[in-house]
């Protein structure tokens, strides 16, 4: 079965500190996608990678950046982390398959506190 | 740009009644659709996906959602739920085409009363 795996499960960190947030999966998968979810505010798309190196922002991108150097992995990036930025971070990987669309593989997600 | 509307935040059912959780999809062009559940403390999960062909969708543990394009919906349907389906429900669109990418509706909190 498809594993996506996030490096950590709970973090918590002071305003204005650089955060990286890690997702790695195992099945080849081409799109990868980080959301943050909120109570009351579902699961809202910051950005995601549909290849190596290639990235679209999603709904909510500012103040945030990502990185994917290579296929398995797709970094979420906080330059400055802000208090509102308190949230749990869910990375999801699917296969790319013209014609059809893919589900979502999920990993457990990250909880994000910044103080 | 396409986008979710998930109009109840929490739908209380008793158990063996039937439920239905409503979505409703804005888009310009054609859409895929789907409807993902994430039990407590667990991650999330395809619970069924509309791409083409018959309206009437049915999905795991007894879901079906039916598409409905005039209206724009896609409505998740049980008609007995258990205890165990105490969780929440998310829509999700997907255009037709493109990159490929998922948004989600609010979520829907299904609480399943004994």
């Known amino acids: 079965d498809v594993k996506v795996t996030q490096s950590s499960r709970y973090l918590v960190k002071r305003t204005g500190e650089k955060v990286f947030l890690e997702c790695v999966q195992d099945?080849?998968?081409?799109?990868m996608f980080w959301y943050r979810q909120d109570p009351g505010l579902g699961l809202r798309l910051i950005y995601f990678?549909?290849?190596?190196?290639?990235?679209e922002k999603g709904d909510i991108p500012e103040g945030y950046s990502v990185s994917r150097e290579k296929k398995e992995r797709f970094s979420l990036i906080l330059e400055s982390a802000s208090t509102n930025q308190t949230s749990m971070y869910l990375c999801?990987?699917?296969?790319?398959?013209?014609?059809?669309?893919?589900?979502?593989?999920f990993g457990s997600g990250t909880q994000l506190s910044v103080l | 740009a396409q986008s979710v509307t998930q109009l109840d935040s929490q739908v209380p059912v008793f158990e063996e009644a039937p439920v239905e959780l409503r979505c409703n999809y804005s888009?310009?062009?054609?859409?895929?659709l789907f409807w993902y559940v994430q039990y407590p403390n667990q991650g999330l999960q395809l619970l069924l996906k509309?791409?083409?062909?018959?309206?009437l969708v049915k999905g795991i543990n007894g879901f079906e959602a039916e598409f409905n394009k005039s209206q724009t919906s896609f409505h998740l349907r049980k008609p007995s739920v258990h205890i165990s389906d105490t969780a929440e429900y998310f829509c999700?669109?997907?255009?037709?085409?493109?990159?490929?990418?998922?948004?989600f509706g609010t979520g829907t909190k299904l609480q399943v009363i004994p």
């Open positions: 999801a990987s699917s296969l790319r398959r013209e014609g059809t669309n893919e589900k979502l593989f």
């Open positions: 099945m080849d998968h081409e799109n």
């Open positions: 990678s549909y290849d190596v190196k290639m990235k």
């Open positions: 888009s310009s062009v054609s859409v895929y």
């Open positions: 509309y791409l083409s062909g018959s309206t």
């Open positions: 999700a669109v997907s255009l037709i085409g493109g990159y490929q990418k998922v948004t």
